[in-house]
């Protein structure tokens, strides 16, 4: 697509968000709308099933031409919030299929995501709120279908977490990989194009008992909102090689269960792989069956020397009065307590605040990180060192706090109690460094505020 059409596509979905947005219509009804740039309509008919409709939807732009927007996405929520996702096709067209007699709106439209050009694209859902308008009986949130209704995707609570559940009749997905992108979003009214997009891979595997191919993932712990985007074709094995290792680690650390770890271990029996696929594909399954925290650390090297960096960004959200850690894997809990840790006195003043422990690469020492209490916009955030065998602080550790360009803010070492606490972070992006012994840590943590 040339700049030229791109920039006419642009601006052909914005006036059609324009037109789109706040609007509600009938099904029985339908829905128009036109402007200088794109023309909208809903042109209902009676549906397969006795009472229903099918609801064609039709994007006509008024300059450029009618494919440039082939691979859009759109949306539409009743009144119960059930999400309807569909993408157009070359002529501009969408097909909603046995739609209920009731009100609809139309959430956005959205350009596929390319994030990676040798595979195929992601198709963008829409952004969803952690807790639906209407509430599920079981831990049920969201139930959907990807743009080429090749695949159902399922969004339930598992505990303290998301988990997210692929499943498909349809052959050519059998042992393939799955490419899709998670995006938590810290504030509903957040640009979702500005948030941080987690890419995971996924296996499908043949379920027997449901006679199905079923992969599940757990996503960690839940957010406000978030946006998904879905592959709607199987990604290349053969294009996803050795610089996709910490890829390849996270998206295996996610297996949600022992039948999507099984799948991930019968493709890397696969003679078909790349070479330099399976030993990476074959060390996370053996760093997740010895020990599931391991593989989420990787070696780096920083400036000529060794690293052990945590391969995925912490996020914290900043909330009024409390902080919480959002989009653990599952392996990790976040116990909530109730005693604010502060570096220079002890105090009984009851104040939330939130814990994740982490186990440190060599399994010598581990970490607990403790962000809490808030004053307005800015937190604490603490970081206390254990010995792992023994289960005792360890003091005079250094750790230091740099920002998002590498540059040194405070630093200091580990009192008689294993702790150092930095007071007062505002929102933004910061890398912790530990040293113990000869061993160097790198942790990425970024604190994002509501309002």
Same mark, same amino acid.
């Given at each position: 697509?040339?700049?030229?059409?791109?920039?006419?596509?642009?601006?052909?979905?914005?006036?059609?968000?324009?037109?789109?947005?706040?609007?509600?219509?009938?099904?029985?009804?339908?829905?128009?709308?036109?402007?200088?740039?794109?023309?909208?309509?809903?042109?209902?008919?009676?549906?397969?099933?006795?009472?229903?409709?099918?609801?064609?939807?039709?994007?006509?732009?008024?300059?450029?031409?009618?494919?440039?927007?082939?691979?859009?996405?759109?949306?539409?929520?009743?009144?119960?919030?059930?999400?309807?996702?569909?993408?157009?096709?070359?002529?501009?067209?969408?097909?909603?299929?046995?739609?209920?007699?009731?009100?609809?709106?139309?959430?956005?439209?959205?350009?596929?995501?390319?994030?990676?050009?040798?595979?195929?694209?992601?198709?963008?859902?829409?952004?969803?709120?952690?807790?639906?308008?209407?509430?599920?009986?079981?831990?049920?949130?969201?139930?959907?279908?990807?743009?080429?209704?090749?695949?159902?995707?399922?969004?339930?609570?598992?505990?303290?977490?998301?988990?997210?559940?692929?499943?498909?009749?349809?052959?050519?997905?059998?042992?393939?990989?799955?490419?899709?992108?998670?995006?938590?979003?810290?504030?509903?009214?957040?640009?979702?194009?500005?948030?941080?997009?987690?890419?995971? !891979?996924?296996? !499908?595997?043949?379920?027997?008992?449901?006679?199905?191919?079923?992969?599940?993932?757990?996503?960690?712990?839940?957010?406000?909102?978030?946006?998904?985007?879905?592959?709607?074709?199987?990604?290349?094995?053969?294009?996803?090689?050795?610089?996709?290792?910490?890829?390849?680690?996270?998206?295996?650390?996610?297996?949600?269960?022992?039948?999507?770890?099984?799948?991930?271990?019968?493709?890397?029996?696969?003679?078909?792989?790349?070479?330099?696929?399976?030993?990476?594909?074959?060390?996370?399954?053996?760093?997740?069956?010895?020990?599931?925290?391991?593989?989420?650390?990787?070696?780096?090297?920083?400036?000529?020397?060794?690293?052990?960096?945590?391969?995925?960004?912490?996020?914290?959200?900043?909330?009024?009065?409390?902080?919480?850690?959002?989009?653990?894997?599952?392996?990790?809990?976040?116990?909530?307590?109730?005693?604010?840790?502060?570096?220079?006195?002890?105090?009984?003043?009851?104040?939330?605040?939130?814990?994740?422990? !982490?186990?440190?690469?060599?399994?010598?020492?581990?970490?607990?990180?403790?962000?809490?209490?808030?004053?307005?916009?800015?937190?604490?955030?603490?970081?206390?060192?254990?010995?792992?065998?023994?289960?005792?602080?360890?003091?005079?550790?250094?750790?230091?706090?740099?920002?998002?360009?590498?540059?040194?803010?405070?630093?200091?070492?580990?009192?008689?109690?294993?702790?150092?606490?930095?007071?007062?972070?505002?929102?933004?992006?910061?890398?912790?460094?530990?040293?113990?012994?000869?061993?160097?840590?790198?942790?990425?943590?970024?604190?994002?505020?509501?309002?």
């Amino acid at each position: 697509m040339t700049s030229q059409m791109k920039n006419q596509s642009t601006a052909i979905i914005a006036e059609a968000n324009r037109l789109l947005a706040k609007q509600t219509w009938k099904v029985t009804e339908g829905f128009y709308a036109e402007g200088t740039a794109v023309s909208l309509f809903i042109d209902p008919l009676p549906g397969e099933r006795d009472g229903r409709f099918h609801a064609p939807f039709t994007l006509f732009p008024l300059i450029g031409k009618v494919g440039d927007l082939q691979g859009a996405t759109l949306s539409l929520a009743d009144s119960a919030g059930a999400i309807y996702f569909g993408q157009l096709d070359k002529r501009g067209h969408i097909l909603f299929r046995d739609l209920q007699p009731d009100s609809f709106r139309c959430l956005a439209v959205t350009q596929p995501d390319a994030a990676n050009a040798s595979q195929p694209a992601l198709a963008v859902l829409p952004p969803l709120a952690a807790t639906p308008p209407a509430a599920a009986d079981d831990d049920e949130l969201y139930r959907f279908v990807n743009a080429n209704r090749s695949l159902q995707i399922s969004l339930r609570r598992a505990g303290a977490n998301y988990l997210l559940s692929f499943q498909t009749q349809d052959e050519k997905w059998q042992n393939k990989l799955l490419g899709f992108g998670w995006t938590p979003l810290f504030s509903t009214e957040q640009n979702p194009q500005l948030a941080q997009t987690q890419l995971l !891979l996924a296996v !499908l595997s043949q379920d027997a008992a449901e006679g199905v191919f079923r992969a599940d993932v757990d996503l960690g712990q839940a957010c406000p909102a978030f946006v998904l985007r879905v592959s709607d074709q199987p990604w290349a094995w053969q294009q996803v090689g050795a610089k996709d290792e910490a890829l390849l680690r996270q998206s295996i650390a996610s297996a949600a269960n022992e039948q999507s770890r099984r799948a991930w271990q019968a493709a890397a029996a696969n003679q078909r792989l790349p070479a330099e696929m399976q030993p990476t594909i074959e060390h996370a399954l053996a760093d997740l069956n010895s020990s599931p925290l391991r593989l989420w650390w990787q070696q780096a090297e920083a400036v000529g020397e060794q690293v052990s960096r945590f391969i995925q960004t912490l996020q914290v959200q900043i909330r009024a009065e409390m902080a919480t850690f959002s989009g653990l894997p599952s392996a990790f809990h976040a116990p909530r307590l109730a005693t604010a840790v502060t570096r220079s006195q002890d105090t009984n003043e009851s104040s939330p605040v939130n814990l994740v422990p !982490l186990t440190a690469p060599s399994e010598a020492f581990s970490l607990r990180l403790i962000v809490g209490p808030v004053s307005g916009q800015q937190t604490t955030f603490s970081i206390q060192v254990l010995d792992t065998l023994l289960q005792q602080p360890l003091p005079r550790v250094r750790i230091n706090l740099f920002n998002e360009q590498k540059q040194l803010l405070e630093g200091d070492l580990t009192r008689e109690d294993g702790l150092v606490t930095f007071h007062a972070l505002e929102p933004g992006t910061y890398f912790v460094h530990i040293w113990y012994r000869d061993e160097k840590l790198e942790l990425p943590i970024t604190f994002t505020a509501d309002g």
